[in-house]
């Protein structure tokens, strides 16, 4: 006996079926991205190194802060690059900016003055990535080591790459950030925000400022 077309319900299902587990590959290949890049730590000769920003209070930096910070300090005295690019600008009522916080802590490890750009504009990593592309370019740098934390690694190097930088990423393993406790979390916030920047082309609001 020959069997009977499928039905509307049963084609809709399929296709609904379809869609996602396609969904979930994409999912879980982001997610596989994020981990892979988490763990690299690429420190060939560049033009610059950009840290980005992350919370500071009244001028002192965070330890997620700090701990991007010291990590940049240490490619800087390893002759990585001869310049320091400090990015993040402020929330509401706050007296001092990310990037002057961030320029003020490697001064006073030793790091000269006219060796770090502190570039205080934005309050996401895409606003703030676009603002230091800008001086970068102005000053004909196009070669940059980034560091960050190394599960927000994937997403803000791939933002910076599509400014038309060429990027390493030195992400930090020490501090909060790094520790195992904050990866499920972490890594969950970074695909659906990496997602949703792949889609729209923005920042999802889904992080802290310039996390």
Do not use: C
Not at 26 to 34: D, N, Q, T
Not at 141 to 160: F, G, K
């Amino acid at each position: 006996m020959a069997q009977g077309r499928p039905t509307v319900l049963s084609t809709f299902g399929r296709y609904v079926g379809g869609a996602l587990v396609v969904a979930l590959l994409v999912v879980a290949g982001v997610a596989l991205r994020i981990l892979i890049t988490a763990g690299q730590d690429q420190r060939e000769p560049a033009d610059a190194i950009v840290v980005l920003g992350a919370a500071q209070y009244d001028g002192d930096p965070s330890a997620i802060f700090e701990a991007r910070l010291q990590h940049a300090l240490e490619l800087y005295q390893a002759g990585v690059a001869p310049y320091i690019v400090t990015v993040g600008g402020n929330q509401q009522g706050d007296a001092h900016t990310e990037a002057e916080s961030g320029k003020d802590w490697l001064v006073a490890q030793g790091v000269p003055a006219d060796a770090v750009i502190a570039v205080g504009e934005g309050n996401d990593t895409l606003v703030s990535l676009r603002a230091g592309a800008e001086v970068l370019k102005q000053h004909g740098w196009d070669s940059i080591v980034l560091v960050t934390d190394p599960w927000h690694a994937y997403r803000a190097s791939r933002m910076a790459t599509e400014l038309g930088l060429s990027v390493q990423v030195s992400s930090v393993d020490t501090g909060p950030a790094s520790g195992s406790s904050v990866v499920p979390r972490y890594l969950l916030r970074e695909t659906l925000g990496t997602i949703f920047y792949r889609l729209f082309g923005g920042s999802s609001g889904l992080g802290t400022p310039v996390l």
